[in-house]
């Protein structure tokens, strides 16, 4: 259907709007990396980069798998259950 809107959680959106943004910085760097930037500032270039690329690869990845494991738990526990029907 065109225009069909999708729902997601807020917790989906903020983990893509966080991935988008750590990986256009990812992005950024390399390219400005790639068309040359001044010795004195390679090395901060460089180090900068490398922890964009860390955000992506791993920080990110790891802080949703740790609240979505801490959300199944909280759903598995004795803490929420179905009202009854009366």
């Known amino acids: ?40 500032e390679y090395t901060a270039m460089v180090g900068r980069r490398k922890e964009a690329k860390r955000w992506v690869d791993f920080v990110l990845t ?4 740790e609240f979505q494991q801490a959300d199944d738990a909280a759903l598995e526990s004795d803490g929420l259950e179905e009202m009854p029907d009366e």
């Open 62 to 65: 790891e802080i949703f798998q």
């Open 1 to 40: 259907m065109a225009g069909e809107i999708i729902v997601e959680s807020g917790v989906s959106w903020l983990r893509d709007k966080l991935n988008q943004v750590a990986q256009d910085r990812l992005d950024f760097l390399t390219e400005g990396i790639a068309d040359g930037v001044p010795l004195h």
